[in-house]
């Protein structure tokens, strides 16, 4: 069990840029959580898989915003068009399912736009 | 949607004291409340939990009450030690259907040695 894995861990872009953020949840995990944390607050959710079908979309995920998992193992979260207020700290995480309530964080990635 | 609130927003505590971070909640329906613990530059680490149907856990030196006709929950650490310095976020959700975390604002713990 190697964990919930993120890449990259830290990413400065400029104002209007494409970002693309990448996912590998622990394995035999089918559903997979994105949350998005500023300063100083908790984790708030953007979006979420059950394998691979997109379940759940917060409000928070602008049309900018979109989330695949094609194959229902690592997903990948892309903003279009940056803007500064979307600096924040992307936190992926994943659960086993069915019965299973807990999940499990990884170590995020740092998004900064200048 | 859920309402988490969490208080204090920061709690110092000498080494061997307890500490307590509380939390309250607004929705009726929410069955699983996870406590997690953030150090500086690293995601939430799951730390202990508890469902609707249990009114107390504990693990080690960690504990967590519930009361659900309040809608409140706890944190309890005691014999407190400088590496429990981090950040702790409570959360809730309607674990059952596969629901998005409904997280708290935090407490950051400072254990003075």
């Known amino acids: 069990d190697t964990g919930v894995s993120q890449d990259p861990r830290h990413k400065i872009t400029k104002r209007g840029q494409n970002v693309t953020f990448r996912c590998d949840p622990i394995?035999?995990?089918?559903?997979l959580y994105w949350y998005r944390q500023t300063l100083g607050q908790g984790p708030e959710f953007l979006t979420y898989?059950?394998?691979?079908?997109?379940?759940?979309k917060s409000r928070l995920l602008s049309d900018r915003f979109s989330a695949e998992r094609p194959k229902g193992s690592f997903s990948t979260l892309e903003i279009q068009r940056t803007e500064q207020g979307d600096s924040a700290m992307y936190l992926c995480?994943?659960?086993?399912?069915?019965?299973?309530?807990?999940?499990?964080f990884g170590p995020g990635t740092r998004l900064t736009v200048t | 949607g859920e309402n988490v609130e969490q208080h204090p927003s920061t709690l110092s505590v000498q080494e061997g004291d307890s500490a307590v971070i509380k939390c309250t909640y607004s929705?009726?329906?929410?069955?699983?409340f996870p406590w997690y613990k953030q150090e500086l530059g690293k995601g939430p680490q799951l730390i202990i939990d508890?469902?609707?149907?249990?009114g107390e856990k504990k693990d080690q030196r960690i504990a967590v009450t519930l009361n659900k006709t309040a809608k409140h929950f706890s944190l309890h650490i005691t014999e407190t030690q400088p590496e429990d310095s981090a950040v702790y976020f409570c959360?809730?959700?309607?674990?059952?259907?596969?629901?998005?975390?409904?997280f708290g604002t935090g407490t950051s713990l400072t254990v003075i040695p």
């Open positions: 394995s035999e995990h089918n559903r």
């Open positions: 929705d009726s329906a929410s069955n699983y």
């Open positions: 995480a994943s659960s086993l399912g069915d019965k299973t309530y807990e999940q499990y």
């Open positions: 508890i469902r609707s149907n249990v």
């Open positions: 959360a809730a959700s309607i674990g059952y259907t596969g629901n998005q975390f409904y």
């Open positions: 898989f059950q394998n691979e079908a997109q379940l759940e």
